[in-house]
């Protein structure tokens, strides 16, 4: 099932107070960057961070976003604070993104 945009808008609304949020399309999900970095997903309208030492400090529930996929980290936040704080702390956890060849 793939998400739908009004649970996305909801999402990048948690989201508004963390930098340079960006958002990709694929295969009917979405994948959420900040600042470049990946960092979590909206699949099947749900709200999933990667598995870091910051996000499992966090939350406590796991979820796989699709079949074969590791698993991810289920935000069951509604505060934007609360969210940006999440998020902010995962950052320095999470790989540079790779430079793409010309």
Do not use: Q
């Amino acid at each position: 099932m793939a998400s739908s945009t009004r649970y996305l808008e909801y999402v990048l609304d948690l989201l508004a107070d963390v930098p340079e949020v960006t958002t990709r399309k694929m295969m009917g999900e979405y994948l959420l960057y900040s600042s470049g970095k990946l960092f979590g997903g909206v699949y099947d309208d749900r709200f999933l961070v990667k598995d870091t030492p910051a996000s499992r400090a966090a939350l406590s529930t796991t979820e796989i976003p699709y079949d074969g996929a590791s698993a991810m980290m289920l935000v069951d936040m509604e505060d934007r604070g609360s969210v940006a704080n999440l998020v902010s702390s995962m950052l320095p956890e999470l790989p540079e993104p790779k430079r793409r060849r010309k």
